[in-house]
């Protein structure tokens, strides 16, 4: 559904340009990219975080 600009005047022409299909689709491939960014992120932590307990045990 796209917005003619007589529907709303107070809107800038790039939401027009954006049809809710659309954002759909865009939210999708973005919250993907999220979550897969945050799941790498926490596979890295985690992997620093056993580094640092082989690090101390050899010290130990």
Known sequence: MILS???SPNKTDFS???SE???TKIAL???????YFL???QKQC????AD?????????
Request: with cysteine.
């Open 5 to 7: 600009p007589k529907e």
């Open 16 to 18: 027009f340009m954006i």
């Open 39 to 41: 799941y790498w992120m």
């Open 29 to 35: 491939v973005a919250g993907g990219c999220l979550i």
């Open 52 to 60: 640092r307990v082989r690090v101390v045990d050899q010290f130990q």
């Open 21 to 23: 299909e659309n954002f």
């Open 46 to 49: 985690r992997q620093i975080d």
